[in-house]
């Protein structure tokens, strides 16, 4: 690669500039060729892949499967995908990604300044569309089919199946398998690890239960990551943008019970930076890891701290808290309406991925909240495209004071000296009370 010294214009590669330029729009020059490259795309060459796409020694050509997950799921998995896509494409791998139908290969938040390098990502990573109901063998048949790594971030357990059933299965050298800390289930009043019992409640959570099943009875080298709930610029679907889009109008905030289960978050970002650690980590083999940011935040938390993301008058009063059970008739026609399953806390450690995958996120719950407002809901805002609020039963929630729940503003009081996965009739009087009416 002799001849890319030269840059266009600023300053020269020094190590304070290369910090500056992989944020810049700054270009190389070949003084050979005089062809131009966006300083990201020099660093892959440095790496050993050529500028005619001739591939490194350790190059791995990767396969990541997202799809669709319908009006339910937020579908973070296609916008974590994305960033996958760019980590894998920056570090030099050949990359292709299955998605929905309606899947595109966004721009991410480290792209805005430099369209050269989005154009030149979106070109080099090969992007295959593909309905739930579609055969993904079909799908990749003009594809050489031949894969190092699978990662799995798909919704569905039958998708699984198919991925395990692929020809090129047989022949990868890791399946990376995205599964969520949802699986531990209701009844945790302390941090679960990789080892407590699982209890997956609710559909989702089901499907990767049985996602995770598949993937260990295949025989195939793997490893499962569980992330806390996605946090994911670009999501319009996102958990956030639940609460975003309510402080927005200027609506209340209707919260499922007490409002103080403490709730973890993953930031796409974050993820990526996990799954492409444990694809080369060879000690990841067999494991299961949690991904989940170092600290939580409660329901309540999350309903004021966005507002004061984005600087709203909004306090204790603006909070409505009411029993899921008294609307159960209402969930037949409207979707979930909180983005939380309300199952309890959902807190996990991820000590063993910090240790055996050098794992060290960079958002906690306030900046991946921060960060997700600044690039994509005030984005939306100021081009007019946030999606319509539906309130149908927030209203009925707050014309029915009577079925709503009077919540005292207290501290919670938690033992954590509780054992993990504790069944909760063993550990009834260990001190886990809520201070609710």
Not at 122 to 136: H, I, P, Q, T, Y
Not at 230 to 242: A, D, Q, R
């Amino acid at each position: 690669m002799q001849g890319l010294l030269n840059p266009v214009h600023g300053p020269g590669l020094q190590s304070e500039s290369s910090r500056r330029l992989a944020k810049s729009p700054y270009r190389i020059m070949n003084s050979q060729t005089q062809h131009t490259y966006s300083y990201q795309r020099y660093q892959r060459m440095r790496r050993g892949a050529g500028a005619d796409g001739a591939e490194a020694k350790d190059t791995l050509r990767v396969l990541i499967v997202t799809d669709e997950g319908g009006d339910y799921y937020s579908n973070a998995n296609i916008d974590t995908g994305n960033y996958l896509a760019k980590k894998l494409y920056d570090l030099g791998h050949k990359v292709v990604i299955i998605g929905g139908v309606n899947t595109t290969l966004k721009q991410l938040p480290t792209e805005l300044n430099d369209r050269v390098a989005y154009a030149e990502r979106k070109d080099a990573v090969k992007l295959v569309n593909v309905g739930l109901d579609e055969s993904l063998s079909e799908a990749l048949s003009s594809e050489a089919m031949v894969f190092d790594v699978i990662v799995d971030m798909s919704n569905w357990s039958n998708r699984t199946t198919q991925i395990i059933q692929l020809p090129p299965a047989k022949d990868i050298k890791h399946l990376v398998y995205v599964s969520s800390t949802l699986l531990y289930g209701p009844g945790h009043y302390g941090v679960c690890d990789e080892e407590t019992p699982l209890k997956p409640a609710g559909e989702y959570a089901e499907q990767k239960a049985q996602g995770e099943i598949a993937v260990r009875e295949s025989g195939l080298p793997f490893t499962i990551l569980r992330t806390g709930y996605m946090i994911s610029p670009k999501s319009p679907k996102g958990l956030e943008n639940w609460f975003f889009l309510r402080h927005h109008h200027d609506k209340a905030i209707c919260i499922p019970g007490h409002g103080e289960f403490m709730v973890g978050v993953t930031h796409a970002s974050d993820l990526s930076e996990g799954i492409a650690s444990a694809m080369i980590e060879k000690k990841a083999l067999g494991q299961v890891f949690n991904l989940q940011s170092s600290d939580t935040m409660s329901f309540n938390g999350l309903a004021m701290h966005t507002a004061r993301i984005m600087e709203k008058d909004f306090s204790q009063e603006n909070i409505a808290h009411y029993d899921e059970r008294q609307f159960a008739y209402v969930f037949e026609k409207v979707r979930h309406q909180f983005p939380i399953q309300p199952i309890g806390h959902l807190m996990a450690a991820s000590d063993k991925a910090r240790d055996l995958l050098k794992w060290s996120p960079r958002f906690n719950v306030s900046s991946a909240l921060e960060d997700s407002f600044k690039y994509h809901f005030n984005e939306m805002s100021i081009n007019d495209e946030l999606p319509k609020l539906d309130t149908e039963l927030d209203e009925l929630i707050l014309e029915n004071p009577h079925k709503q729940v009077q919540v005292q503003w207290v501290k919670p009081v938690i033992n954590f000296a509780r054992p993990l996965g504790s069944a909760d009739e063993k550990f009834g009087v260990s001190g886990n009370q809520w201070e609710w009416e």
